[in-house]
């Protein structure tokens, strides 16, 4: 899967790819010549500080609402869940590091349930700074620890079928 991250001003900084399986899972290459596993995400910056408010720009802000999540897949089953517009921050750190559109005025932030506490601490930090300028902003966080909004759908999807 491939991905254009861009600027808040539109310019591409980064392409970021994500290995799948034919089936749609996350591939776990391995480097031929010496059968050492390979990472099945790579992000190609285009230069230092790029990253700096960029963006997997999925969806564009509907009636000034505008979802922010961590990864692509992530991003993706928040707007098929939720139907929230939602941008792909690429990481924890892209996600506290957001650059709004003016079109945005209501933030749902999605944030990550991680163990380590680090998505929820990148999505308050977001809040605090979004209040501070302003902005309407929620946080949601999955109920159970180690799991995201792609977890939180597929789960859903799996109880639907049932």
Known sequence: MLAAVTSPAGELVALHRV???PDGRKAHPVDPA???ALDAKKLLT???GAMRGAAVRLYEPE????ALAEGIETAIAVRLGSGLPCWA???AWGLEHTALPESATDVHIMADHDVSGTGQNAAKKLAKRLLDEAWRVRIHTPSVPGTD???VY???QQEAAA
């Open 19 to 21: 290995y799948l399986t």
């Open 34 to 36: 010496t059968g050492e």
């Open 46 to 48: 285009a230069r230092e």
């Open 63 to 66: 009636g000034g609402m505008l």
């Open 89 to 91: 921050m690429v990481s």
């Open 149 to 151: 909004w792609l977890d």
């Open 154 to 156: 597929q789960s859903r």
